[in-house]
């Protein structure tokens, strides 16, 4: 019987021993390059124009135009001394502390509804975004018609017998804000539940089923099952919310009252507009641009925090 050695030969002088598939060194292929577009697009596009904001706003800078000089905090100093400024500062706090809790609460609970899927529910989903397809120019000039002193409200009003009540909306100091703040919570609100409703259809069946067995109604099962599984989701979505509503307010203020009447409606962001483009006064109108950014970073972190996961 012939045996069969295991032993393998010597590598001759002068030739390397073949490696074990377990010894050579895998190389894969470097990826680094990949990110570098994408880098640069974030420090240019993203980095530099927050750092600009800071250095403007320390600088006198009376036109585009025109020449700088170096003002420090003078800036500063001229807004926190202008009562315009401070008007701005609770038009934005009213907004916030209006539009952001009843856009996220009627959202989630439309998106909710549709989750459910009730007869017509894909009809009812497009609905519910055809206010995310119309441009701002649209939705401003349909509030337009709808509040102008001859408009769908006054004429409503007065249908029911209440022309007493028929007012200027847009024009009135008093009202002026909230039918900017009724825009956004009509701009808003289908759009976010589509967003809730898609997030809603990934939660297991097995949960609402099991809260059905449990004598659960839909209103505990909303609240109680269906929430804290997408809480942190629901805290993605505020966030979203309250940058778009604190930054994008200006273009509903500027096609609409233009901050008026007597400065009821001017946000900060329109204020930051204001200053710029039609007084023309760079280097304020960014002091106003480094509040706004610092109340943007605050609003973020204390939603990230409330709806973090306790789990």
């Not at 894909?122 to 709808?146: C, D, E, N």
């Not at 009003?157 to 909230?178: E, I, M, R």
């Not at 599984?229 to 930054?247: D, H, N, P, R, S």
Request: glycine fraction near 8%; charge should be positive.
């Amino acid at each position: 019987m012939t045996m069969t050695s295991s032993v393998r030969p010597a590598p001759q002088s002068g030739q390397a021993a073949p490696l074990s598939p377990a010894g050579r060194k895998q190389r894969k292929p470097s990826t680094t390059v990949l990110a570098v577009p994408a880098l640069v697009w974030y420090l240019v596009f993203m980095v530099g124009p927050m750092v600009a904001i800071f250095v403007i706003a320390a600088l006198h800078w009376p036109g585009m135009l025109q020449s700088t000089s170096f003002a420090g905090l003078d800036n500063f100093r001229a807004l926190f001394d202008d009562p315009v400024f401070w008007q701005a500062v609770r038009n934005t706090g009213v907004q916030m502390v209006i539009a952001l809790p009843v856009m996220i609460v009627c959202a989630y609970m439309l998106g909710y509804y549709v989750a459910q899927k009730p007869p017509g529910h894909k009809i009812i989903r497009y609905l519910l975004f055809v206010p995310g397809l119309i441009s701002t120019p649209a939705k401003a000039m349909v509030f337009y018609a709808a509040l102008s002193p001859d408009g769908l409200a006054n004429g409503a009003l007065k249908a029911v017998g209440l022309g007493s009540a028929a007012d200027a909306w847009l024009a009135n100091p008093d009202t002026a804000l909230y039918c900017l703040i009724a825009l956004d919570l009509w701009a808003g609100i289908g759009f976010t539940a589509v967003l809730f409703a898609a997030r809603l259809d990934s939660v297991p069946e097995e949960l609402g089923e099991a809260a059905q067995l449990d004598g659960a109604g839909h209103w505990r099962a909303m609240w109680r099952i269906h929430f804290p599984v997408i809480k942190e989701y629901v805290g993605v979505v505020a966030m979203l919310q309250f940058l778009w509503t604190l930054f994008g307010s200006a273009q509903q203020v500027l096609l609409l009252t233009q901050g008026g009447p007597a400065n009821s409606s001017t946000t900060l962001s329109f204020l930051v507009y204001e200053k710029a483009f039609m007084e023309s006064d760079l280097g304020y109108s960014q002091a106003v641009g480094v509040v706004l950014f610092l109340v943007g970073l605050v609003g973020l972190l204390a939603i990230r925090r409330s709806f973090r996961q306790s789990y």
